[in-house]
């Protein structure tokens, strides 16, 4: 009874297919194709660029059509998953993805890769960048950030996540991009548990280079900052118009009193330095899970033995992977390397 009324199932399945003319599978394909060309564009930006380059692109003629549209390029998502060796493959495709966009990229999103001759390429080819984001970036330098910023004017927003920059580029930021309103600026938790009287302006030198430099700020998060009293202080004064504001394991500074007071009726959204961190993307703090790192003292006020331990381990690994050169910049890019061009192919006879 179970194999006939199986069989009832699929005849009527077929009957209702044939009624309809089409099949379902062919009819859903159908569907795709028939969509308006800018709206499957739109939806190919939404794509790694190097899921386009590698798949998408090859599945039939009309998306290779399209996937050559400037209109897929106007934003760029491109980073590398952990394979070093990869780079400068990786690089290149990015360069790639710039050129398909023909200056019409607005905004850029790079992970894990790039160098000052990447980025480069990027600011000299698409002057319209709204939107810069560089997380885990260790083989750009300042002077190559700084050569980047000065040709972006139209920059709304910049995002520099774990990246090891000095606060000179702040100042390239407040000179041409008067349009900037959104930083974010990340970097490992710890606090300054003892602060030299001598050193506190150098610890705050990052707040009050945001504060003098670029006034005009709406929004800043500043997560993992090491700044005290004296750097939030100068945010609030040298950055009137803020709206928001994040200092999630921002563990050096104390809103017990006035200060905290301030903060609550100038930021319209304030996020305190203790609040969860479990929606970032990146690990800022020394639990192993990369979210809701603990505060470097107990409860009772003594210091966590497992923070320092985890500190001590970050540095170990990065002081190692200088020794192994891994953080010497890459040699720029040659297309001379007789590896395979994303325009250079040909097109299969059944597309």
């Given amino acids: ?3 006939s009324s199986s069989g009832d199932d699929d005849s009527s399945s077929k009957e209702i297919s044939s009624s309809s003319g089409v099949d379902s599978s062919e009819e859903q394909l159908r569907n795709w194709l028939e969509l308006p060309r800018e709206v499957t564009a739109s939806i190919f930006s939404r794509l790694v660029a190097t899921e386009i380059l590698n798949n998408t692109q090859f599945v039939c003629k009309s998306w290779f059509d399209i996937c050559k549209d400037p209109l897929v390029w106007r934003k760029i998502n491109m980073y590398n998953i952990g394979e070093a060796d990869l780079n400068m493959e990786l690089d290149r495709m990015c360069r790639h993805a710039v050129d398909r966009s023909r200056g019409n990229l607005v905004d850029i999103n790079i992970e894990y890769l ?5 980025l480069k390429h990027i600011t000299d080819s698409c002057g319209q960048v709204k939107r810069l984001r560089l997380a885990c970036c260790y083989n750009v330098s300042n002077e190559g950030l700084i050569e980047a910023i000065a040709k972006l004017p139209l920059l709304e927003e910049l995002d520099l996540s774990l990246c090891a920059f000095s606060t000179e580029p702040l100042e390239t930021v407040g000179r041409h991009c008067p349009r900037l309103r959104s930083l974010k600026l990340h970097c490992q938790a710890y606090r300054s548990w003892f602060v030299d009287p001598d050193m506190e302006l150098e610890i705050n030198e990052e707040a ?11 929004h800043l998060q500043l997560l993992g900052n090491p700044m005290t009293n004296m750097g939030l202080q100068a945010i609030l004064d040298g950055c009137p118009h803020l709206e928001s504001l994040d200092l999630r394991r921002c563990l050096s500074i104390d809103l017990k009193g006035k200060l905290g007071q301030r903060c609550k009726e ?3 959204y304030l996020r305190l330095p203790h609040e969860s961190t479990e929606d970032l993307e990146f690990r800022i703090g020394p639990d192993d899970d990369g979210h809701n790192a603990p505060n470097d003292f107990s409860d009772d006020g003594s210091f966590d033995e497992d923070y320092g331990s985890w500190y001590s381990s970050v540095a170990d690994f990065v002081f190692d992977e200088y020794l192994d050169g891994e ?3 890459y040699p720029d890019f040659d297309s001379s390397d007789g590896s395979l061009d994303y325009d250079d192919f040909t097109v299969p006879e059944n597309f």
């Fill in 1 to 3: 009874m179970a194999s």
């Fill in 208 to 218: 009050i280079g945001i504060a003098k430099h670029i006034p005009e700020l709406r």
């Fill in 327 to 329: 953080f010497d910049d």
């Fill in 114 to 118: 790039g160098n000052d001759g990447l």
């Fill in 266 to 268: 100038q930021i319209k």
